[in-house]
Nanobody, 119 residues
Framework: QVQLVESGGGLVQPGGSLRLSCAAS????????MRWYRQAPGKERELIAT????????NYADSVKGRFTISRVNAKNTAYLQMDSLKPEDTAMYYC????????????WGQGTQVTVSS
């Protein structure tokens, strides 16, 4: 059974930092692309960061480029999202998502972790 478990969310002041983790189990982690999404109240879910299976290529939404960094450690079956210079508009539920490199029907979601940026 595949599981993705996010952690690391919380309340942080504007300008602060958080690091989210996504621990995966039940799959061959190195065969999966990892993504981070977020969804703010009343808004659609937004793709914010992607990292390829070996970690060689990353992509970011314009809204987080230069502030957020996605990474992964395949030996630990874990992906990360380092979030710096946080803004109130970054407040959202953050979800990790994974999709098999070749078998796109093998896609899974975590339960989400809340990030609140407020003074």
């Amino acid at each position: 059974q595949v599981q993705l478990v996010e952690s690391g969310g919380g309340l942080v002041q504007p300008g602060g930092s958080l690091r989210l983790s996504c621990a995966a189990s039940g799959l061959t982690f190195s065969s999966y692309t990892m993504r981070w999404y977020r969804q703010a109240p009343g808004k659609e879910r937004e793709l914010i960061a992607t990292i390829t299976s070996a970690g060689g290529i990353t992509n970011y939404a314009d809204s987080v480029k230069g502030r957020f960094t996605i990474s992964r450690v395949n030996a630990k079956n874990t992906a990360y999202l380092q979030m710096d210079s946080l803004k109130p508009e970054d407040t959202a539920m953050y979800y990790c998502n994974t999709v098999h490199v070749y078998r796109r029907e093998r896609a899974y979601w975590g339960q989400g972790t809340q990030v609140t940026v407020s003074s």
